[in-house]
């Protein structure tokens, strides 16, 4: 079977991961790769990344920089809008061509009029704003801009960085835009960072004016630069999940969550190097557990650290519902007071526990007394339903063993583990044995004959799971989702 003669299906998935530029040049081999260019399932998603339909233009000022090519813009829009269903502006420096485009989608919406909707089957939205940065200079204090936001009365500082959102006419464009769509069913909106208390609720009050009834996952993080509860999310009645920054929640948006969303189900509260971290208060909690148990429902609430977030998060106090602890970043060691406290509040709810991103950039020590082996043992005993289990620390052979043979006697199912990480070691000579009427000398036996080579461990740790198990190369660990 030669190129030509793929499936159609194995075509179209091809396809739709190649820019635009370059579906042009294959559908030009032959005729079966021409047809599979106008199907329409390669045209669902569209990505505006700040290089799509621009072209280079010199300015006598800057040099070289991309330009919106609007003709481009406006021969796409007719022939493929009808196709898509996914709509992503990703963070872009160049603001005009942002805006630019934003001017003729909502010119395009204008032209045909609601009755004659252009985007029939458009079902998500994602945005994500560009932040900039300033750094200031310790010796003469007065700041080396990295990306020139001169006159910015609106400064959100954190450190010696200010980072600048957005406001004026940017989020009049982007507004005029989001009052255009109709039915959407996810929406994601990041990094706005208003500060005016005048722009807060901006997009949001437009999508809920269209979208309401239909809305089923939205996504706002960072969308203040300061501490400002959230209501209007509460409105959206059908919801189903919902990811949220945690400076953009306060106890009576919780418990609007719990009244009034009765179809909500997942709650990921994320923080980044831009969240404010917060505190909820400990009542809130029982009281969202006494209206969720009245109404037979419950969340699935997930604890994401994300980005360059150097902080750990604040826990919520039980009988919060957390299911799931991922830490999306490489700036955060493992500290062994917070798997405690895990153990401690989340023992009966707990399934996820994960430290993502294998090029850790803090001081990992090699001393057992400083690693985690000890805390990541004990959460493994504590959590009677962790399926999933993620570790980029430092960890002894044993240490591995121990836990794929206590997690097997509960749920632990996904055990993932960086073999750069895994060190020859038996740090347990002296330990008894004798949680789950173990055989203290048996168990001595087996940790010494299997901790001593890595292939005796990934054998030993395939046969308590009951499939073929191995440590991961750091390629393989970046590639895990959970």
Partial sequence: MGWEELPTILLEEIFSLLPIRYRYYCSQVCQSWYRTFHSPFIWQTFIFDGNIFTRRKFNL???YERILNSYRVQLYLPRKSQYLKQLIIKPIPEYHNMCDFLNILTTFFHYYGSDNYPFPHLEEFSFTFYVLVSIDDDTNNQGNIVNAYYQHPNAFIRGKKRYYGTGGIILQTLRRFISSLHCLKRFHLNNLLLESDSDIGACLNELLENSSETLEYLEILNYSSHIVPLYIVGLFSNLYSISISSHSLN?????????????????NIIQDELTIPCRYSDTVWTEIDIILQENRREWYIRMITKGKCKNEPFWPNNPAQVRAIIYDTSLIKLVQTSIYTCMEQYSKTLEI?????????????????????MAYIGLVKTTQYLHTLAIRERISTATCLLIAYYGTKHNLKYFYLRRNCVILRNEYRQYIFNEFDDNNEQMHIWLEKNCRQYNNVEDAVSLLFGRRWKMLSDWEYNQIHV
């Fill in 61 to 63: 000022f800057r040099g």
């Fill in 251 to 267: 106890d009576d948006v919780l418990l609007l969550f719990a009244n009034h969303l009765i179809h909500l189900h997942k709650l």
């Fill in 353 to 373: 526990y994960a430290h993502l991103k294998s090029m850790c950039r803090v001081y990992i020590p090699r001393s057992f007394l400083e690693r985690g082996d």
